[in-house]
């Protein structure tokens, strides 16, 4: 039995439905070409950490809060986001979206996302 998707995963999965049929490569460009964001000076390595969806509770939490600060009130979030899913990103933290949940998340995704083709071919 498939596991039931949380507030959370819907939450983001909601925050990109806009994007749906946008180029994931694209939004990355735009991602960065903005100046204002909130990584732009901060080291790739930081987003790309060992915890992922199979680390501990804790690790996953602590992971989560880290990722939430570095990213809070980031301007192109949304567009992080949606880029890494469209492009089928399999590690790292995007869009405020720390990677053992990214990691998640994309699965859902990838799934709908590919329901939604077939449905329209
Ligand atoms: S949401 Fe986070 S990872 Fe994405 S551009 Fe902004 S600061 Fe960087």
New binding site residues.
């Given amino acids: 039995m498939p596991r039931r998707i949380t507030h959370f995963q819907q939450d983001q999965l909601d925050r990109v439905a806009r994007f749906a049929d946008a180029d994931g490569d694209r939004l990355q460009l735009r991602?960065a070409d903005?100046a204002e964001?909130?990584?732009r000076d901060?080291p790739t390595e930081v987003?790309f950490p060992a915890t992922d969806e199979y680390s501990d509770q804790q690790a996953r939490l602590t992971e989560r809060l880290r990722?939430q600060q570095?990213?809070r009130g980031?301007p192109?979030?949304d567009e992080?986001?949606a880029g890494a899913l469209l492009r089928g990103e399999r590690f790292g933290?995007?869009?405020?979206v720390a990677q053992p949940d990214f990691q998640a998340i994309g699965r859902l995704f990838r799934t709908r996302h590919k329901r939604r083709q077939e449905e329209a071919a």
Avoid at 93 to 96: D, F, I, L, V
């Fill in positions: 991602v903005t964001r909130n990584c901060v987003f990722i570095q990213c980031c192109v979030a992080c986001l933290g995007w869009g405020g």
